[in-house]
């Protein structure tokens, strides 16, 4: 192979190995976003979008058009995408980035043809309601819209991507559709890993909507569908609030449509319609209700059952709960040996209310969140789960009372100066020998020594925490960023994390996975039981599979949970193999949940987020 | 299995290191072994024990040695008949070495299981075999927490300083009873604080004297790191820096109650006592394996800065046993030699009559920088047992 062919297949192995997380949509990082994306809004100019572009255009299966030539023109190179991705995937899109333009390039100079692809009636009358730029049929644009990670679903290119702005334009569209008969599907533009915003008809993106709008004598902020997480809980937090949102890069109307929206902070804000105060809606037909009229359909009922494909409506916007913020909140780890104890103290906590966001994590989810790279997660992993003994550490946000109601509770835990000191010691707890030693002395009482009123300053000195060792490992060029970005503050204070999630944004770093979340008692033996279940069908099939997360909600009478299946997308032996694996999980938890009367499976949720929690929970 | 039974014994606990080095001391001696044990959970039990063979450059016992996975929590040991009624035929005599050596209340029911309730399917063994003599490997300290004398006599006391001491004595109440009643002639020998050997300094295990060392080279070594990769200010405000000559000023108080003695025996001379009782005992007895001349912490201390290129650690005999005031590097110590303290400044004298009839040729070595050294240096190149 010669070098050109192997420059082109490592260009296309990054291309393909994007996870579609939409990370490079928001600026979780303070670097900017890219500025192409920012003015055209379609995905196709986002770095996420010229990862699919470029793989298309180097696998042929797309022509060169004007849209394909007007996206790689608009890229200037500026880098901020490696940054982002390195971040979040350990990846370089500049590359990608860098190939996209080089491919047009060198296409157009041996005399290559612009593909132009015509207007039909149908685009023509899309371009009247929503402007010229606003519809288009381009090839370039579609193929970002055509596919994610999901490894459960057929998927289509659409025929037409069209970007309303305004709910009096969705209306319009939606009419005209019906008219023609042509299916659609919306969505925000954001995060996607679940399949579901596909259509060979149109895809109808909302991401020109960000209007906010806050209410603060209210307690409510009023978000547009294009609005993401991590904007909002920006926008809140300057004005000294809190928003519950999801991951970063999920969109605020679109996550609760969809999952109904859940944290570690649903212990106290709740999930799905404990979350907001009204939403608007425009129906099928293309009239507008709000959930507050009268005569708007009762999208607070609950079916356990999946629903239909498509929604029953389009959420133009939500009026999000405002949440208090206290100057004292801070967060701690609880390490426990087992999940049976971390869970009876999780539901302590929960029942009694004390603390805000409570999660009990496994070890592949605090590998994958500190560490920076995949290596050093790997290490990671393997330090604080047989090393420190720590398979499950409970997080726990709370003010100074929730904080001193757990110290009075007995649980020795990671406090947030040595949360930060493991965090940015992390590369030297690899050859710290004195951690056999702690291990010794939880044979005693487990993690003893984390009582030790100086056993913090004693960690500091052994590992010598700074962002400059952390950064260590990371590519020479990008080195400077990171260490700048690891020294700051917000990088090491749990609360922050935690509200921002930035980190979760890592969990697929190593591979992407199916998350396979449901609500269920806090029941460890029926919880331990399932946990088998799932495991012995993931290893039936080879997959990697782990732990993710546990959080008490409802006063500590139910949780919701997640365990994940592995797999590489990229592997078709790997998809047959997920396929089976999660179809038979589901079965699984069908079963428990007609069992046990008290299971309700997430994916069910779809489409019917915006419920009230008892009737999914209850009813 | 050989049926000789003068020459056969049956020897449990033999993947531990007490029991480790008396097989094959026995084998040395050219007696058949069936060495009850279990697997581990990377290796079957043949292969720990052939294992050990190896480590100990044994020359091939062959049939002299049998290795049989056993159960003592259930009846028969959890062999079928036939085996076990070849072993009761094997079982001259009996070592009974097997013990969980865990000092922590949370792992009482663990430690119980193991010391005590396994008790019944070994004394039944000992029963149906027929067994010639009965050996019980306890320790000194299931005397319990007193001071003075401790004769060579049964256990009078329910004071103890920890559930492995407790078990212990119970465990010799029970034996000791069986014993009476049966007319089983029983030899109990009690340990004290067992290291390596003292020619060779090679170990099995390295917990007890070696704890402490161990702990006090990590705690060095992260000092160490900090003076050298960090220009050591963190250590400087704690006192602590790096001589000329490599040294580690380290000030280290060691706080301990009540000024006292640590008795510490090398483990040759635990096996040479041993297999002088298994020989020469004839009736029931118990007999204190103990040192004459133990050493102090200050001794300890000494040895351990010495070993360890230190300056600064010392004994403080201080009746709260607490250091008021104690730096990061005190405090971490401190926590670490919790489970030994009462075995650090012990008042309690060993009596050894009975053992120095039996013996009367053999005498503790004395505990020597030298003997110390060639322990710790054998303890350092395994890394304390991770390699």
Same mark, same amino acid.
């Given at each position: 192979m010669s070098d050109r062919e192997n420059t082109i297949n490592d260009v296309l192995k990054i291309a393909k190995n994007c996870r579609h997380y939409a990370m490079c949509k928001i600026d979780f990082l303070g670097t900017g976003v890219c500025a192409s994306g920012l003015e055209k809004h379609y995905v196709s100019f986002y770095p996420e979008g010229r990862m699919d572009l470029y793989a298309a255009l180097a696998e042929g299966t797309i022509p060169v058009t004007e849209k394909c030539v007007e996206i790689a023109d608009s890229c200037n190179l500026c880098g901020t995408c490696d940054f982002q991705c390195y971040f979040v995937n350990e990846m370089r899109p500049s590359k990608v980035m860098k190939a996209l333009k080089d491919h047009v390039c060198a296409y157009l100079e041996s005399g290559g043809k612009i593909v132009s692809q015509e207007d039909d009636t149908v685009l023509t009358e899309l371009k009247s309601i929503v402007g010229d730029f606003w519809a288009t049929n381009d090839s370039a644009v579609r193929i970002a819209y055509h596919h994610d990670l999901c490894p459960h679903v057929t998927f289509k290119m659409p025929e037409y991507v069209v970007m309303p702005n305004s709910h009096e334009e969705i209306s319009s569209i939606i009419r005209l559709l019906s008219k023609h008969k042509i299916p659609y599907v919306v969505r925000g533009n954001g995060a996607s890993s679940h399949g579901l915003v596909f259509s060979e008809g149109v895809v109808m993106d909302l991401n020109r909507m960000k209007s906010i709008d806050f209410d603060e004598k209210n307690w409510s902020v009023k978000v547009g569908p294009g609005v993401a997480s991590f904007t909002i809980q920006s926008e809140a937090g300057k004005r000294g609030y809190r928003v519950h949102t999801a991951e970063p890069?999920?969109?605020?109307?679109?996550?609760?449509?969809?999952?109904?929206?859940l944290s570690t902070f649903s212990t106290t804000y709740g999930i799905s319609a404990d979350n907001f105060i009204d939403a608007e809606f425009i129906a099928r037909d293309g009239s507008f209700f709000s959930l507050n009229d009268r005569t708007a359909p009762n999208l607070f009922s609950f079916n356990n059952a999946l629903s239909e494909r498509e929604a029953f409506a389009i959420c133009v916007s939500v009026s999000m709960k405002l949440h208090p913020v206290t100057d004292d909140e801070e967060g701690i780890l609880v390490p426990f040996e087992s999940l049976e104890k971390a869970l009876d103290f999780a539901r302590e906590c929960a029942t009694r209310h004390i603390g805000l966001a409570i999660g009990i994590l496994g070890g592949e989810f605090v590998s994958s969140f500190l560490a920076p790279t995949k290596k050093l997660a790997a290490e990671a992993?393997?330090?604080?789960?047989?090393?420190?003994?720590?398979? =499950? *550490?409970? +997080?726990?946000?709370?003010?100074?009372? #929730?904080?001193?109601?757990?110290r009075d509770m007995g649980q020795p835990a990671i406090d947030q100066k040595l949360f930060k000191t493991l965090s940015q010691g992390l590369p030297a707890l690899h050859s710290a020998k004195w951690?056999?030693?702690?291990?010794?002395?939880?044979?005693?009482?487990?993690?003893? =020594? *984390?009582? +030790?009123?100086?056993?913090?300053?004693? #960690?500091?000195?052994?590992?010598?925490?700074?962002?400059t060792q952390l950064t260590e490992d990371i590519d020479p060029d990008l080195r400077p960023f990171f260490e700048g970005l690891y020294s700051r503050p917000e990088m090491t204070d749990l609360v922050w994390l935690n509200t921002f999630r930035i980190l979760s944004s890592r969990y697929c770093r190593e591979k992407p996975c199916v998350a396979l979340v449901c609500y269920l008692p806090i029941d460890t033996s029926l919880i331990d039981e399932i946990q088998g279940g799932l495991r012995d069908i993931a290893e039936k099939h080879h997959l990697k599979n782990e732990f993710g997360f546990i959080t008490p909600i409802d006063s500590g009478k139910r949780c919701v949970w997640e365990y994940d299946y592995f797999f590489n997308h990229n592997d078709p032996d790997e998809i047959s193999r997920i396929q089976l694996a999660t179809y038979e999980a589901g079965a699984l938890l069908d079963e428990y949940s007609e069992k046990t009367g008290t299971i309700r499976q997430v994916r069910y949720v779809v489409n019917q987020g915006y419920c009230r929690r008892e009737n999914l929970l209850y009813l | 299995m050989h049926d000789d039974a003068g020459h056969s014994i049956v020897l449990t606990g033999a993947t531990g290191f007490l029991g480790a080095f008396l097989m094959a001391g026995l084998l040395d001696r050219g007696y058949h072994v069936t060495v009850l044990g279990r697997s581990s959970k990377e290796m079957g039990l043949s292969d720990r024990i052939s294992d050990l063979v190896r480590w100990f450059s044994l020359a091939d016992p062959g049939e002299r040695?049998?290795?049989?996975?056993?159960?003592?929590?259930?009846?028969?040991?959890?062999?079928?008949?036939?085996?076990y009624g070849r072993l009761c035929t094997a079982a001259g005599k009996i070592i009974h070495c097997a013990s969980d050596t865990s000092f922590t209340e949370r792992n009482r029911a663990r430690v119980m299981a193991t010391n005590v309730n396994s008790l019944p399917s070994l004394l039944d063994l000992a029963a149906d075999a027929r067994t010639k003599h009965l050996y019980y490997v306890s320790t000194a300290y299931a005397a319990g927490m007193r001071e003075g004398i401790c004769m060579e006599t049964p256990i009078s006391t329910d004071s103890f300083t920890n559930v492995y001491e407790e078990s212990k004595a119970e465990a010799e109440g029970i034996i000791g009873r069986y014993c009476e009643n049966t007319g089983v002639p029983l030899s109990i020998l009690r340990p004290s604080i067992v290291y390596g050997h003292s020619k060779t300094g090679r170990a099995l295990k390295f917990n007890a004297l070696y704890s402490p060392v161990k702990s006090l080279a990590c705690v060095r070594d992260i000092f160490i790191k900090d003076i050298v990769e960090q220009g050591g200010k963190r250590s400087r405000q704690w006192g602590i820096n790096m001589g000329d000559d490599g040294t580690v000023c380290l000030p280290l108080a060691i706080y301990l109650p009540i000024r006292g003695t640590v008795n510490l025996i090398p483990v040759d001379y635990f096996v040479e006592s041993a297999l002088c009782i298994i020989e020469h005992s004839v009736s029931s007895g118990i007999y204190h394996i103990t040192s004459d001349n133990p050493p102090d912490m200050t001794t300890l201390a000494d040895y351990s800065e010495q070993f360890l290129g230190l300056r600064g650690i010392r004994a403080v005999w201080d009746t709260s046993g607490k250091n008021p005031a104690p730096n990061p590097a005190e405090e971490l110590f401190d926590r670490f030699i919790e489970q030994y303290r009462p075995y650090l400044s012990d008042r309690r004298i060993f009596d050894r009559s009975r053992m120095k009839s039996i013996t009367p040729g053999l005498s503790t070595p004395a505990f020597t920088y030298e003997i110390f050294e060639r322990c710790m240096d054998y303890a350092v190149a395994c890394d304390w047992g991770n390699t």
């Open positions: 890069a999920a969109l605020v109307c679109a996550n609760i449509m969809t999952s109904g929206l992993k393997d330090i604080f789960t047989k090393k420190l003994g720590m398979p =499950y *550490l409970v +997080l726990f946000i709370g003010d100074r009372y #929730a904080l001193r109601s757990v951690l056999d030693l702690l291990k010794e002395l939880s044979d005693d009482e487990p993690f003893s =020594y *984390l009582r +030790l009123g100086q056993f913090g300053d004693l #960690a500091e000195t052994a590992l010598a925490p700074s962002s | 040695l049998c290795a049989l996975e056993a159960d003592l929590s259930l009846k028969h040991l959890g062999l079928d008949d036939a085996t």
